[in-house]
């Protein structure tokens, strides 16, 4: 025969020599076999349900609004929560602040310049304010983050934009006399509800032997506030 052919044949029977072995094995049925490659249809990442990557932007913007309306709500009814704390966020300190600095806008204490540093001042005081206070409140032993610190101070203005409006609705119709004494009620009654406010979400997170130390700095803040409001006259 062919050369080839025998050393075919050769290589065939050393095959067959190393794997005879391999005849003689085999898998008892008392071997466990575990594990699952089935994978069900119908499953889902849980994270796919609170995902907002694919949301409408009208829906996204509802859902601020409704969350920021919220936050509202537990500012005027204030209790001993953590509504504010769970879920933080500017956009409404943000809007009440630009909206008081507007509502300040055109006093007799302005420049010629179209009411920019009244604007500025407002802003400046609220955040400034703002930060001091949170710093203080970390310095003595708070356990609150520094943003949600902000949130709670920046909704708690509420009750006194509010008042800022009731004031210049005052102030477009009332006497000299019976306007101030209605402006007083009105901004005392926002900066008592604003501080209440305050301190009844900050209060939990405050050493118990520091609370007074962390309260007085928040009263003179909604304090200077109050009085912005209750000394403001537009320009004749």
């Known amino acids: 025969p062919p050369v080839d052919h025998i ?4 290589s ?14 085999s898998i008892s049925e008392d071997i466990p076999v575990e594990g699952d490659i089935s994978v069900p249809v119908g ?14 932007v009208k829906d996204t913007i509802l859902r601020d609004l409704r969350a920021v309306g919220q936050k509202f709500v537990h500012v005027l ?21 630009v909206t008081l ?48 610190s902000l949130c709670v ?8 934009t509010v008042a800022m409006i009731v004031c210049r609705i005052v102030l477009l119709g009332a006497l000299s006399s019976i306007g101030f004494v209605v402006r007083l009620i009105v901004v005392t009654a ?19 032997n520091r609370k007074a130390l962390v309260v007085y700095p928040v009263f003179l803040f909604y304090f200077v ?8 006259s537009p320009s004749p």
């Open 153 to 160: 101070l920046g909704y708690c203005i509420l009750p006194l």
């Open 225 to 232: 506030i109050g009085w912005m409001i209750l000394t403001f």
């Open 77 to 97: 009814y204030p209790k001993k929560s953590s509504a504010l704390l769970k879920d933080w966020d500017l956009w409404g300190p943000l809007l009440l602040c």
């Open 190 to 208: 926002s900066f008592c509800w604003s501080t209440f406010a305050s301190t009844a979400f900050l209060a939990d997170s405050q050493p118990a």
């Open 12 to 25: 065939i029977d050393e095959c067959e020599l190393h794997f005879a072995g391999l005849s003689d094995i």
């Open 101 to 148: 600095a507007l509502m300040m806008q055109g006093g007799s204490a302005d420049s010629g310049e179209d009411g920019r540093p009244q604007f500025a001042e407002v802003f400046v005081i609220i955040w400034f304010g703002s930060v001091i206070i949170t710093l203080n409140s970390k310095l003595l032993g708070g356990t609150i983050s520094f943003f949600q």
């Open 7 to 10: 050393f075919r044949i050769t």
């Open 43 to 56: 499953s889902q990442n849980t994270d796919d349900d609170f995902s907002t990557l694919d949301e409408p």
